[in-house]
């Protein structure tokens, strides 16, 4: 509830550090690595402020290192979703009641344990549980969600703070922001630990209660968020932590009538059949739901032949391989003019060369592992039909092995056909396929680019003539929620460019914005009459 204003506290980006040989926070984050490789954790869910272990343990083992165990988490069951949804409901009139102000300190509390003591604890739990390298953990586990965290309470006393701009005389309107009525779920994915902490924490600020699930392969860094919103602050059964299968706790949850709403990133299948059974469901609740998912990307670099070959060989490299390919936002099909396809081809090629590839703990390597086992086989199976296609060349890259760890090698498809199974599907991971089109056949591949995949998440063009930015901007405008001009067609930043696609790619409710906060109130508006009328008549009504 909304109970006076203040000031948001001054918010800028987290500075990224950049683990350079010899720095500083190079010597902490290897301290906390080696520190988690030489212990196991056991990994409890939280219910209502409790750990709950089953004895049904599962393993953690790393992507890269698949004979290690880092750790064992306890599996629940249906019961178990139950629970939390009891405690969370239970949790509810207090933290909803709870001064915003208050809500708002847990957080900003989170956010600087994580940038201080917490951040190479979790940055490490990040790199050798999901595979990312020092950088990538960097922007995501340190950074983003930092940035989540504070950048939501600025929007929080924004929204606040909006109040109806006329009050006539003797009146006073106002809005108040209320928290949704019952529990929020949030599902959240292996790629990010920003995203599978911001999901959660975003509808809690808002002074709603969750139960959160995420996936399994980001157990191992859940784990250490959960340990910092805990020892900032945030009251029992606030956010609730469970780890069970997917299905059944969907069983549990979009049945219960106090069901309020999803905060959801991952497959656009899974959304999909989120959004049709809480439809078939839609007379159970007591209030109708708030669905909100980012889902999948087939996302593109459209190059022109007034391009920068330097330029695009980077954006292409950097959007297309960094974390192995596995972001919602990742480069997976290009197009590029006939002209400058020499030029970008050689420098990629030069640059891919270089590419070291390997587990996380040397940081000489750019390229780590897929997240698991049936990420890396249906990765195989796509490159083994690309191999076996004479339509198409592979250029770079082509191999995998997975007798250590899941190592996919960065991979770059050069297919005549635009239509091509993968400038079509979502692979999600390091396979990349260009298309090089003819000079004069810009327009058209424009509307190749639009009508090519079901998605819409994220696109770039790379082009020195401002007409042709132009041109493609306007042609390409629903077909990216995030469009890059000149740029990768990844790296989204908090504040900066809020997150989100459109038609397959989700809901568009731009996490990093005001505008997904919003989804998690209900507001009222409240009229107050300081001098009431004490007669039914009006004015018209009397005689002449």
Not at 131 to 155: G, M, P, T
Not at 244 to 251: F, R, S
Not at 337 to 361: H, Y
Not at 419 to 438: A, K, N
């Amino acid at each position: 509830m909304s109970k006076g204003f203040f000031t948001a506290p001054e918010v800028v980006n987290e500075p990224v550090l950049n683990y350079a040989p010899g720095s500083k926070e190079r010597k902490l984050l290897k301290e906390a690595i080696a520190a988690a490789y030489a212990r196991q954790l056991d990994i409890p869910m939280f219910i209502g402020g409790k750990e709950i272990r089953t004895g049904n343990t599962k393993e953690v083992r790393p992507p890269h290192n698949h004979q290690q165990v880092l750790a064992h988490y306890h599996y629940g069951e249906k019961q178990h979703v139950q629970d939390a949804s009891e405690a969370a409901l239970k949790a509810k009139e207090q933290w909803e009641s709870l001064s915003w102000e208050h809500r708002a300190s847990i957080f900003l509390k989170a956010a600087d344990l994580i940038a201080g003591p917490y951040r190479y604890q979790l940055n490490a739990a990040t790199m050798i549980g999901q595979s990312k390298n020092a950088y990538q953990a960097e922007i995501d586990s340190a950074c983003e969600i930092v940035d989540f965290l504070r950048f939501n309470v600025k929007y929080m006393a924004e929204i606040y703070a909006q109040q109806p701009p006329i009050s006539p005389r003797g009146t006073w309107n106002r809005v108040e922001q209320r928290p949704l009525e019952g529990f929020v779920f949030a599902l959240t994915p292996f790629n990010f630990t920003a995203i599978a902490g911001n999901l959660p924490a975003s509808a809690a600020l808002m002074g709603n209660v969750v139960v959160w699930k995420p996936a399994d392969t980001q157990i191992y860094s859940a784990h250490v968020l959960m340990k910092v919103f805990r020892e900032a602050g945030l009251p029992d059964g606030v956010i609730n932590l469970i780890f069970v299968n997917g299905p059944e706790a969907g069983d549990v949850i979009f049945n219960h009538p106090d069901f309020a709403g999803i905060h959801f990133t991952g497959s656009t299948k899974v959304f999909q059949e989120i959004w049709k059974t809480v439809g078939q469901n839609i007379d159970k609740y007591r209030s109708y739901p708030r669905i909100v998912g980012e889902t999948g990307g087939k996302d593109f670099i459209l190059v022109h032949a007034s391009a920068d070959a330097e330029v695009a060989s980077t954006a292409i490299l950097r959007g297309a391989f960094e974390y192995q390919g596995q972001k919602c936002s990742a480069a997976s099909r290009v197009y590029i003019a006939k002209s400058v396809w020499p030029a970008v081809k050689e420098l990629m090629l030069r640059d891919l060369a270089t590419f070291k590839m390997g587990p996380v703990e040397d940081f000489r390597n750019f390229i780590n592992a897929v997240i698991d086992e049936k990420s890396f086989d249906k990765l195989a199976k796509a490159i083994d039909e690309a191999k076996n296609n004479p339509d198409l060349d592979i250029i770079a890259g082509g191999n995998y092995d997975k007798s250590v760890g899941y190592f996919i090698e960065p991979t770059v498809i050069v297919t005549k056909d635009p239509f091509y199974l993968t400038m079509c599907e979502e692979l999600f991971g390091p396979v990349l396929t260009v298309h090089v089109y003819e000079d004069q056949e810009f327009e058209e591949t424009l509307k190749i680019i639009n009508k090519t995949s079901i998605y819409a998440l994220t696109g770039a063009v790379i082009a020195q003539d401002r007409y042709v930015i132009e041109q493609a901007s306007a042609a390409l405008r629903n077909a990216a929620g995030n469009f890059y001009i000149n740029d990768k067609c990844t790296g989204a930043v908090v504040g900066q460019q809020p997150f989100g696609g459109a038609r397959g790619s989700g809901t568009n409710d731009k996490a990093g914005s005001m505008i997904n906060l919003l989804r998690w109130v209900s507001p009222r508006t409240i009229k107050e009459n300081f001098d009431p009328p004490k007669d039914y008549r009006y004015p018209f009504l009397e005689e002449e």
